[in-house]
């Protein structure tokens, strides 16, 4: 499992719109990487649409990248449903989720990780509350004097 101050790992996958990312297209701010189960289910709405509400403030020090195991297409749909202002990773083959330890039963669990500009996993979130998710994170921002 990962932990705090280590190297996040390095990954190369398409988001919604089926340009490949990686860790390094990210390394000019700090990166919140959320892993959460499922488009389109009622917690993981709740969770982007918080994350939505407040990119004005949340995107001037961090970028915001979920990442599921849903397809490039389904992530386009729910950005576009929602208004999303921000990259979702379609980890399709959910290797990603596992090297970064949120791999669940069937779904990925919702765990989320603070990285800095050099790629050091600052804060790691184990019990995310969708609704209180983006609140919690703007919190640690300011403590941390991002």
Same mark, same amino acid.
């Given at each position: ?67 599921? &195991? ?60 969708? &609704? ?15």
């Amino acid at each position: 499992m990962l932990k705090v101050g280590d190297k996040a790992p390095a990954f190369n996958i398409p988001d919604q719109n089926g340009k490949v990312r990686t860790l390094s297209d990210f390394s000019d701010k700090w990166l919140l990487l959320y892993f959460y189960p499922k488009d389109f289910t009622s917690g993981c709405t709740t969770e982007a649409c918080t994350f939505r509400d407040n990119y004005n403030v949340l995107e001037k020090v961090a970028h915001i990248v979920g990442v599921s &195991a849903d397809s490039v297409a389904t992530h386009k749909k729910f950005e576009k449903k929602h208004g999303l202002q921000f990259s979702l990773l379609a980890d399709t083959d959910r290797a990603m989720t596992k090297e970064y330890g949120a791999n669940g039963f069937l779904f990925p669990k919702r765990v989320s990780f603070l990285i800095d500009k050099k790629g050091v996993i600052r804060k790691i979130y184990k019990s995310v509350q969708p &609704a209180e998710h983006a609140d919690q994170v703007l919190r640690d921002i300011n403590s941390l004097g991002i």
